[in-house]
């Protein structure tokens, strides 16, 4: 029997919705969406519909969506192309000790080049102190860059009150939304976001396709050079994934405040079915209801290894490829040994009530045996 799959924090299942909107595109619909013929326009014509419906998922105009491979080139592009523009003066960036590798290898790889970086810490709760940044900023500052929903602890930062610090400064405002966007509103004026990066498989779509958004007049240096498809991205789009990018989009503005209730739902009876002691790790409240990261106190031994029934994480998925302990867990404050026996627990679309429970039984054996053999 297959481990119950609760790792939405490192992808998500594709919603079989999506997967019939791509079928016509992968196989039948080959046609190159910039050729100049029939096959061309019927693929070009599938791709502005799914730029459309992630534009409106963003309140933003279509033309400032351009799509990617995924949040990292997003991100990469955003960081790269601002701080490597000719007209960009400033040389700092400012971000914050809990994002995304992304980000934090984007920056220090622009550090190598000369370019100045600030990490700012968190609170314990795993959220920015808004005095903190502000004095972390300056008028040498080109960009902050602040996730909204975080990875491996689901805490939302409060992005309009820290893009209004940015722009109080002249500082252009990125925010990795790379696990909000489809699941939490986001309107990119509202919250004051200059650029943003998102990515498919966080909400149901496929692998290897997302976005950037760019306000317009917000100049980037291209990252991939060619054919200038994508306003600066060159490549050619592959028609299939944007598909599925824009009906994942289109299906999670439909279901959004259900997909929600169901989280909630599912995190609550979840937490009321843990008999061991627990410690919830980040805020409880600022959060996306389908993340729990999860400390046991007492127990320092990795949890992970002792759960082969649960698909699960104790950090980011890139994390677990290192064994290295959570940057995000350390920086609020986690030993290296307790930020390691901590579980990441990502549920959400179609994930079970039933599938919670038993996750709860599995948790409360493994802990107990272990408390037992401490004591
Ligand atoms: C917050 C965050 N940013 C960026 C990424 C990278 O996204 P992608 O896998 O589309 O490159 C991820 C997930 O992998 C993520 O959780």
């Given at each position: 029997m297959n481990p119950i799959y609760l790792d939405y924090g490192a992808t998500?299942?594709?919603?079989?919705?999506?997967?019939?909107?791509?079928?016509?595109?992968?196989?039948?619909g080959y046609g190159n969406p910039h050729s100049a013929h029939l096959w061309g326009y019927q693929a070009k014509a599938a791709v502005e519909i799914a730029r459309d419906a992630v534009a409106a998922l963003l309140h933003a105009p279509p033309e400032t969506i351009a799509f990617t491979s995924g949040a990292t080139e997003s991100v990469n592009w955003a960081l790269k192309g601002l701080l490597t523009h000719p007209s960009n003066t400033r040389r700092r960036i400012v971000t914050l000790a809990t994002e995304h590798s992304c980000?934090?290898?984007?920056a220090?790889?622009?550090?190598?080049?000369?370019?100045?970086?600030?990490?700012?810490?968190?609170?314990?709760?795993?959220?920015?102190?808004?005095?903190?940044?502000?004095?972390?900023?300056?008028?040498?500052?080109?960009?902050?860059?602040?996730?909204?929903v975080n990875n491996e602890i689901g805490v939302i930062q409060p992005i309009a009150a820290i893009a209004r610090a940015a722009h109080a400064v002249g500082a252009v405002m990125h925010c990795d939304a790379a696990q909000a966007f489809g699941k939490v509103p986001i309107d990119v004026d509202a919250l004051g976001i200059d650029l943003l990066s998102l990515t498919a498989h966080k909400v149901h779509g496929p692998k290897g396709v997302g976005a950037l958004y760019r306000r317009?007049?917000?100049?980037?240096?291209?990252?991939?050079?060619?054919?200038?498809?994508?306003?600066?991205?060159?490549?050619?789009?592959?028609?299939?994934?944007?598909?599925?990018?824009?009906?994942?989009?289109?299906?999670?503005?439909?279901?959004?405040?259900?997909?929600?209730?169901?989280?909630?739902?599912?995190?609550?009876?979840?937490?009321?079915?843990?008999?061991?002691?627990?410690?919830?790790?980040?805020?409880?409240?600022?959060r996306w209801p389908g993340n729990l990261n999860l400390g046991f106190p007492g127990i320092a031994a990795p949890l992970l290894s002792l759960l082969p029934g649960l698909a699960l994480s104790s950090g980011s998925a890139c994390a677990a490829v290192t064994g290295r302990a959570s940057h995000v867990l350390t920086a609020l404050g986690l030993s290296e040994p307790a930020a390691k026996a901590s579980l990441r627990l990502g549920f959400g679309r179609f994930t079970t009530p039933a599938e919670i429970d038993?996750?709860?039984?599995?948790i409360n054996a493994v802990v107990t045996r272990l408390s037992q053999d401490a004591a």
């Amino acid at each position: 029997m297959n481990p119950i799959y609760l790792d939405y924090g490192a992808t998500t299942p594709l919603d079989p919705a999506v997967a019939a909107a791509m079928e016509p595109w992968g196989v039948a619909g080959y046609g190159n969406p910039h050729s100049a013929h029939l096959w061309g326009y019927q693929a070009k014509a599938a791709v502005e519909i799914a730029r459309d419906a992630v534009a409106a998922l963003l309140h933003a105009p279509p033309e400032t969506i351009a799509f990617t491979s995924g949040a990292t080139e997003s991100v990469n592009w955003a960081l790269k192309g601002l701080l490597t523009h000719p007209s960009n003066t400033r040389r700092r960036i400012v971000t914050l000790a809990t994002e995304h590798s992304c980000v934090l290898e984007t920056a220090h790889y622009l550090e190598s080049l000369g370019a100045q970086l600030t990490i700012v810490p968190v609170r314990a709760n795993g959220i920015v102190d808004l005095g903190d940044l502000e004095r972390a900023l300056g008028e040498d500052v080109a960009l902050v860059s602040a996730m909204l929903v975080n990875n491996e602890i689901g805490v939302i930062q409060p992005i309009a009150a820290i893009a209004r610090a940015a722009h109080a400064v002249g500082a252009v405002m990125h925010c990795d939304a790379a696990q909000a966007f489809g699941k939490v509103p986001i309107d990119v004026d509202a919250l004051g976001i200059d650029l943003l990066s998102l990515t498919a498989h966080k909400v149901h779509g496929p692998k290897g396709v997302g976005a950037l958004y760019r306000r317009p007049f917000t100049m980037l240096t291209p990252l991939l050079h060619g054919g200038g498809q994508e306003d600066g991205r060159s490549g050619t789009l592959p028609t299939a994934l944007i598909v599925g990018l824009g009906a994942a989009a289109r299906i999670a503005g439909e279901r959004m405040a259900g997909d929600r209730e169901h989280a909630l739902a599912l995190r609550d009876r979840l937490l009321a079915s843990l008999t061991v002691p627990v410690e919830v790790n980040g805020d409880l409240e600022a959060r996306w209801p389908g993340n729990l990261n999860l400390g046991f106190p007492g127990i320092a031994a990795p949890l992970l290894s002792l759960l082969p029934g649960l698909a699960l994480s104790s950090g980011s998925a890139c994390a677990a490829v290192t064994g290295r302990a959570s940057h995000v867990l350390t920086a609020l404050g986690l030993s290296e040994p307790a930020a390691k026996a901590s579980l990441r627990l990502g549920f959400g679309r179609f994930t079970t009530p039933a599938e919670i429970d038993a996750a709860a039984a599995q948790i409360n054996a493994v802990v107990t045996r272990l408390s037992q053999d401490a004591a």
